[in-house]
């Protein structure tokens, strides 16, 4: 049986680990090759989280996982669109407005809903090239 759920330091450090760990990967640092790792770590150590969080009301009877999803937009989107708002912000001041023009307009905006990888996907002269380099 799961217990109230109290915080552990030792599940904030590892978090700090994976978050360090990917930030570190994109600074080029080489021990830190395989941010990879981090990410894994930070999932493992989420699944791990929330799954005590769902076991531990289930056992008390009180689960739902409409209040479950609920909760979790509730921590998440705040985050979301403040990180949203201010890549748009960036973005408009950082372009130029021709930039946001031309034959590449249409693919820009696929791009900020994931179509990219399918145009992309369909353009193996692309792949042909990374294989060259």
């Known amino acids: 049986m799961v217990t109230k759920l109290s ?5 904030d450090g590892l978090r700090a680990i994976a978050v360090l760990s990917v930030f ?3 600074l080029d640092v080489p021990p830190f090759g395989g941010g990879f790792v981090g ?4 999932f493992v150590v989420s699944g791990y989280l929330i799954s005590r ?19 979790r ?12 708002i201010g890549i748009l ?7 130029s407005p021709g930039a946001f023009q031309g034959p590449d307009s249409r693919r820009r905006g ?3 809903i994931g179509l990219e990888f399918l145009l992309l996907a ?6 042909r090239q990374l294989d060259r380099s």
Do not use: C, M, N
């Open 7 to 11: 915080h552990r330091r030792d599940i």
């Open 24 to 26: 570190l990967y994109h």
């Open 39 to 42: 990410v894994d770590l930070f």
């Open 53 to 71: 969080i769902i076991l531990s009301e289930a056992d008390r009877g009180e689960f739902s996982l409409q209040r479950f999803y609920e909760r």
């Open 73 to 84: 937009i509730r921590r998440l989107f705040p985050a979301a669109i403040v990180t949203i």
């Open 89 to 95: 912000a960036v973005g408009g001041l950082w372009f």
């Open 110 to 112: 696929y791009a900020g």
């Open 122 to 127: 369909r353009q193996p002269r692309l792949f």
